[in-house]
Every structure is written in structure tokens, then in C-alpha cells.
């Protein structure tokens, strides 16, 4: 089969497609033939070498890709829920990655069915944001209806998915992003829609909930646009958000950082949302598994309108 890898960290020249032994299914494992996979700034990151703590235990060639979309071929062992034949999506849980192939191993328990009326380019475009922009929203920063929040970086794959979530949970929603996506934003449901170069987002709160996606708002500088009890979410790992959770253990406000988790139940969940016509992917563009440097190229530019998408053939 063919995969996506690289054998060296490094710029996106050391990525390659090559031929690779088809996966072995363990327990709780089915083998998925692969119809599409997406990129996220994790695959960027990783192939830098940037995040080892992430692989220490690995060794090269490493695997690209976390999102996945495609058919199942065979399972480890039966499962009453699934069948081969059966199209499903997902996210691969480990820091092997490997969704970029052909077949990919993948656990059932972090996959379900893909959403009626998707193709496999727009399925595997969700995993790994929306279930990020969930369990932020919702586990960590705990939005009610009436919320007022703040999504920074709102553009992007998780940025567009939680605009559309923080609505869904009856919040009141304001997003930074360029101007040429100001409609977006609008459209996929922001209230206030600010140009992060000409508008002021800390004079639009104060905010119940602020969701720096970007990673570029952290605590300490918005922390007074923030309610006294309020929320400030980050997915990146950097020092600041760290000196942000420590000096906030104590106090009302409440800095944190947000570590998705492949499940079930939440891929059922977007799924049924996306079936209701209440949350839709934002596909920025599709390119082959032969493209696959160009395809992160376009991720690392961090200008991404939405998930960058790899069809696999």
C-alpha cells in the first residue's frame, strides 16, 4: 500500500509517498481503506520535530495524518456495531498518526458512522477540529445559553467549527479573523465579526469564554475582558498558557488548556448535527497523497480557510 512519511524532521521537502506493509489489526481494530484523510497543524508541528515529546518512543519513518474518512475492510474481531462495507470516520488517537495511506489500522472505539449525505473529502475534514472545538466549548469551558464568547482565530479548521458549536449551545459568539473572512464568520454564525487588524476584540466583551484558537490572545492579555468567572481556552502548548493554568488554580477565572480526545459518542454527535444541517466542514482545498507536501505547505501557512484535505485514490 501506499503511505505518506518522512525519515528525518525537517521542512515539508522531507516528505515522500512509499510502499508500506498493510497495518495489522489488533484488538478492537478494523482496517479501513482510506478514501480521504485531513491535515492539521499537529502534522506540521510533529514532521518539524517540534512536538517530540509527542513520538519519543518512535522511531523513523514516521506516519502523517490523524483524520480520516473511508471503508471498513476488515475487523479484529466482530463487533455487532460494525460491518465491513461500512463507511466511517474518525480520528487516529495515537501519535503513530498514519490516516495518509491507504489502509489505516484505526480503534473503533475513536471512529463511527460517516454523516449521511457527506463524501469522504468532507467527513474526515471533521475528527480532530470539531471534537476539539466540542470538548473545549463544552467539557472545559462548560457554555450555557446566553454566554458571551470570544473565538480567536475563527477561520481556521477548528476556529470554524467552533463558531458554529458555541451557537448551537445558545451562546452569543464574536470572532477575530482577516477581513476576507469576515463573511464566513458571519454566515457560519459569529454575531460580531472583527478584522484582527483593525478591530478590538477586548472592547467587544466582556466575555464569558475566550477560545484562542490562533494562540496568539493569551490570559494575561485578555484577562480583563474576561467575566470574573470566566473561561480562557488555548489548544496550544506554549509556556504562556502554562503560566496562565498556574496562576489561575486558585481564582475564579479560569485558564486552560484544551487536549482532544477521539470518542464515539462525540463523532455521533457531530454526525447527528451535520445530518440536522447544524454544523457543516469548511473544506479549504483537496489535494493527493502525491501533493502531500504541498498540502502541508498549505497548512503551515496558517491562512487556511477551513481543513486542508488529502484524497487518497
Given at each position: 500500500m501506499k503511505a505518506a512519511l518522512?525519515?528525518?524532521?525537517?521542512?515539508?521537502?522531507?516528505?515522500?509517498?512509499?510502499?508500506?506493509?498493510?497495518?495489522?489489526?489488533g484488538e478492537?481494530?478494523?482496517?479501513?481503506?482510506?478514501?480521504?484523510?485531513?491535515?492539521?497543524?499537529?502534522?506540521?508541528?510533529?514532521?518539524?520535530?517540534?512536538?517530540?515529546?509527542?513520538?519519543?518512543?518512535?522511531?523513523?519513518?514516521?506516519?502523517?495524518g490523524f483524520?480520516?474518512?473511508?471503508?471498513?475492510?476488515?475487523?479484529?474481531?466482530?463487533?455487532p456495531r460494525v460491518r465491513v462495507g461500512d463507511a466511517l470516520y474518525g480520528m487516529i488517537q495515537s501519535s503513530r498518526a498514519g490516516a495518509c495511506a491507504t489502509f489505516a489500522a484505526v480503534r473503533l472505539a475513536e471512529c463511527a458512522a460517516k454523516p449521511v449525505g457527506l463524501d469522504f473529502e468532507q467527513a474526515a475534514a471533521i475528527p480532530l477540529?470539531?471534537?476539539?472545538?466540542?470538548?473545549?466549548?463544552?467539557d472545559v469551558?462548560?457554555?450555557?445559553?446566553?454566554?458571551?464568547?470570544l473565538v480567536n482565530g475563527a477561520s481556521g479548521g477548528v476556529g470554524t467549527f467552533a463558531v458554529q458549536l458555541a451557537r448551537e449551545m445558545g451562546a452569543h459568539v464574536t470572532t477575530t479573523s482577516s477581513a476576507a473572512n469576515l463573511a464566513l464568520c458571519t454566515e457560519l454564525g459569529a454575531d460580531v465579526a472583527l478584522d484582527y487588524a483593525t478591530g478590538d476584540p477586548l472592547a467587544a466583551g466582556p466575555y464569558?469564554?475566550?477560545?484562542?484558537?490562533?494562540?496568539?490572545?493569551?490570559?494575561?492579555?485578555?484577562?480583563?475582558?474576561?467575566?470574573?468567572?470566566?473561561?480562557?481556552?488555548?489548544?496550544?502548548?506554549?509556556?504562556h498558557v502554562f503560566a496562565g493554568i498556574a496562576k489561575t488554580l486558585a481564582s475564579?477565572?479560569?485558564?486552560?488548556?484544551?487536549?482532544?480526545?477521539?470518542?464515539?459518542?462525540?463523532?455521533?454527535?457531530?454526525?447527528?448535527?451535520?445530518?440536522?444541517?447544524?454544523?457543516?466542514?469548511?473544506?479549504?482545498?483537496?489535494?493527493g497523497l502525491d501533493e502531500i507536501r504541498e498540502a502541508e505547505d498549505r497548512v503551515a501557512t496558517k491562512h487556511a480557510r477551513g481543513k486542508v484535505v488529502v484524497r487518497v485514490e
Open positions: 518522512y525519515e528525518r524532521y525537517g521542512a515539508s521537502d522531507v516528505l515522500r509517498v512509499a510502499d508500506v506493509p498493510t497495518p495489522r489489526l478492537g481494530e478494523a482496517l479501513v481503506r482510506v478514501r480521504a484523510a485531513a491535515l492539521n497543524p499537529k502534522d506540521v508541528l510533529l514532521r518539524m520535530g517540534k512536538l517530540p515529546f509527542f513520538v519519543a518512543s518512535f522511531g523513523f519513518p514516521k506516519r502523517v483524520d480520516w474518512a473511508g471503508e471498513v475492510v476488515a475487523l479484529g474481531r466482530a463487533d477540529a470539531a471534537q476539539t472545538a466540542l470538548q473545549a466549548l463544552r469551558a462548560h457554555v450555557t445559553p446566553g454566554d458571551r464568547v464569558d469564554v475566550v477560545f484562542d484558537v490562533f494562540g496568539n490572545r493569551p490570559f494575561a492579555a485578555v484577562r480583563r475582558a474576561m467575566r470574573p468567572r470566566a473561561t480562557h481556552v488555548s489548544t496550544v502548548l506554549r509556556g475564579a477565572q479560569r485558564a486552560r488548556l484544551v487536549v482532544v480526545r477521539s470518542r464515539r459518542a462525540d463523532l455521533e454527535h457531530l454526525g447527528r448535527l451535520v445530518t440536522a444541517g447544524r454544523l457543516r466542514p469548511i473544506v479549504d482545498c483537496v489535494f
